[in-house]
């Protein structure tokens, strides 16, 4: 090989190395390829609604409409929107530590499962919308039957991923623990809880969105305080003012969507070790 051919493809392999080099440097979510086939989705979208918006006005409203209905009414949809927000916050908070601590016990102690789990899958199955009533006999007209409702709905998918997670143990790494002697404690701290931490992330991604429907259930059932975004929605159905009903729960999946970005940079943080994720049971 003649010394120009070395020296042409040494040139070729350090433009190539430089052009991946840049490529990489370069964030994903500004690469073309991660945002324009999502935003030219969203157009269709758009153009489709606002033609069937046109050619029957009440059954859609326009998306100006929609949008004029949020910027007229900014303080009424923020204050229902921050009380929602709490409802996510405080009730999904709750279930989620209930939900990942149960799983901690039944880990470790097989005949609490045996115990618990027929209750808690019974519990499950029972639909919200039948509970939220007698919660609020049971604990009044205020904010804690929808905390409840809110934690009921993210409790089964939590306890479900973690209690997964929990057991889905390295049988070789569990035996080298055993013969160094470690206590269950160490084993819990240094193997078992690190191990389920993709499971559990698995289970809070199933388990936020499931909080925002929660809240809105909540506030469609259950009666006394005519706040959030859920009571927003059904209030305004009932006047039948689509810009204010479509825009209120348009708000409800901005809140769904910001929980699960934040979810996915708290995880990226946590779990950078992780190569993959954990598919979600429940």
Same mark, same amino acid.
């Given at each position: 090989?003649?010394?120009?051919?070395?020296?042409?493809? $040494?040139?070729?392999?350090?433009?190539?190395?430089?052009?991946?080099?840049?490529?990489?440097? *370069?964030p994903a979510w500004l690469r073309w390829g991660a945002w324009l086939p999502t935003l030219i989705t969203f157009a269709?979208?758009?153009? /489709?609604?606002?033609? =069937? !918006?046109?050619?029957?006005?009440?059954? /859609?409203?326009?998306?100006?409409? *929609?949008?004029?209905? @949020? =910027?007229?009414? !900014?303080?009424?949809?923020?204050?229902?929107?921050?009380? $929602?927000?709490?409802?996510? #916050?405080?009730?999904?908070?709750?279930?989620?530590?209930?939900?990942?601590?149960?799983?901690?016990?039944?880990?470790?102690?097989? *005949?609490?499962?045996?115990?618990?789990?027929?209750?808690?899958?019974?519990?499950?199955?029972?639909?919200?919308?039948?509970?939220?009533p007698a919660l609020v006999v049971a604990f009044g007209f205020g904010m804690v039957p929808k905390f409840i409702v809110?934690? @009921?709905?993210?409790?089964?998918?939590?306890?479900?991923?973690?209690?997964?997670? /929990?057991?889905? =143990?390295?049988?070789?790494?569990?035996?080298?623990?055993? $013969?160094?002697?470690?206590?269950?404690?160490?084993?819990?701290?240094?193997?078992?809880?690190?191990?389920?931490?993709?499971? =559990?992330?698995?289970?809070?991604?199933?388990?936020?969105?499931?909080?925002?429907?929660?809240?809105?259930?909540?506030?469609?059932?259950?009666?006394?305080?005519?706040?959030?975004?859920?009571?927003?929605?059904? $209030?305004?159905?009932?006047?039948?003012?689509?810009? #204010?009903?479509?825009?209120?729960?348009?708000? /409800?999946?901005?809140?769904?969507?910001?929980?699960?970005?934040?979810?996915?940079?708290?995880?990226?943080?946590?779990?950078?070790?992780?190569?993959?994720? #954990?598919?979600?049971?429940?």
């Amino acid at each position: 090989m003649s010394e120009m051919t070395i020296r042409d493809t $040494t040139a070729t392999i350090a433009t190539a190395r430089l052009a991946g080099s840049a490529r990489r440097g *370069i964030p994903a979510w500004l690469r073309w390829g991660a945002w324009l086939p999502t935003l030219i989705t969203f157009a269709i979208a758009a153009a /489709l609604w606002q033609v =069937v !918006a046109w050619a029957n006005p009440y059954v /859609l409203p326009a998306l100006q409409d *929609i949008g004029g209905s @949020l =910027v007229d009414d !900014a303080g009424m949809y923020w204050s229902n929107f921050l009380v $929602t927000l709490l409802e996510v #916050v405080v009730g999904a908070s709750a279930g989620i530590l209930a939900g990942f601590l149960l799983a901690v016990v039944m880990a470790e102690f097989q *005949i609490i499962e045996r115990a618990v789990m027929p209750l808690v899958i019974i519990v499950m199955v029972t639909p919200i919308v039948a509970i939220a009533p007698a919660l609020v006999v049971a604990f009044g007209f205020g904010m804690v039957p929808k905390f409840i409702v809110t934690g @009921l709905v993210v409790f089964f998918p939590m306890l479900v991923n973690s209690l997964a997670g /929990l057991r889905d =143990v390295d049988q070789r790494a569990l035996d080298v623990f055993k $013969t160094l002697h470690a206590s269950r404690w160490e084993i819990f701290r240094e193997l078992r809880l690190p191990g389920s931490m993709p499971y =559990v992330f698995a289970g809070l991604r199933i388990a936020l969105p499931l909080a925002v429907v929660g809240a809105a259930v909540a506030e469609f059932v259950a009666a006394g305080q005519q706040a959030g975004l859920g009571s927003l929605v059904t $209030t305004s159905a009932a006047q039948a003012n689509l810009p #204010v009903t479509w825009a209120s729960i348009a708000l /409800l999946c901005l809140l769904g969507v910001l929980l699960i970005v934040l979810l996915a940079v708290v995880r990226r943080r946590v779990l950078w070790w992780s190569a993959g994720e #954990v598919t979600a049971k429940g």
